[in-house]
């Protein structure tokens, strides 16, 4: 089956807007696909760094709809780009994300939120999500990139928070 090639794109303010006034938010039990890329489209690149992801494609299987949103900035923030981009994720009500690598807060934060995590996803976005749904990825038990250096210390000292 071909996945759908219809799409929405805007900042993570105007998409989010757009999927909730669209009525796509569903059940809990929803499937909902998060994929970190390079580009607007289900046939851009995979972006192998989560919080530093130039685009998360969302798809919708339920609707067979994209939604692409700009994470330019979460990307471009000093520190807490995993965390901030982790914020994105639940508010479009990902259930699971494709990407390269996570941090361990990111890794941390997304589990936490009921978020499963994929990691060394390659391909387009739409090879990507083709992948998941053929049951040919293997859900991360661990962050795979060793993330900033708070992350290595245990602590976010930009906050002066504890890791958790």
């Not at 995979?46 to 685009?55: A, D, K, N």
């Not at 259930?95 to 390659?122: C, D, M, Q, W, Y």
């Not at 993330?147 to 906050?159: K, T």
């Amino acid at each position: 089956k071909k996945i759908s090639n219809i799409f929405c794109t805007g900042t993570a303010g105007t998409t989010l807007g757009l999927m909730r006034d669209m009525e796509i938010k569903g059940a809990s039990a929803d499937l909902r696909v998060g994929v970190t890329s390079r580009g607007e489209s289900p046939f851009s690149e995979v972006c192998e760094q989560f919080g530093r992801s130039y685009w998360l494609m969302i798809y919708s299987p339920a609707e067979g709809l994209w939604f692409a949103i700009d994470n330019s900035q979460n990307r471009t923030r000093v520190s807490g780009a995993g965390v901030s981009t982790v914020e994105t994720m639940i508010a479009a009500e990902v259930t699971v994300v494709l990407t390269g690598e996570t941090g361990p807060k990111a890794f941390r934060t997304l589990r936490a939120a009921g978020i499963s995590v994929v990691h060394n996803v390659n391909g387009t976005v739409e090879e990507a999500l083709d992948h998941w749904l053929a049951g040919r990825l293997v859900l991360a038990s661990a962050a795979n990139d060793a993330g900033s250096p708070d992350c290595l210390l245990g602590r976010h000292l930009a906050h002066g928070e504890e890791a958790r």
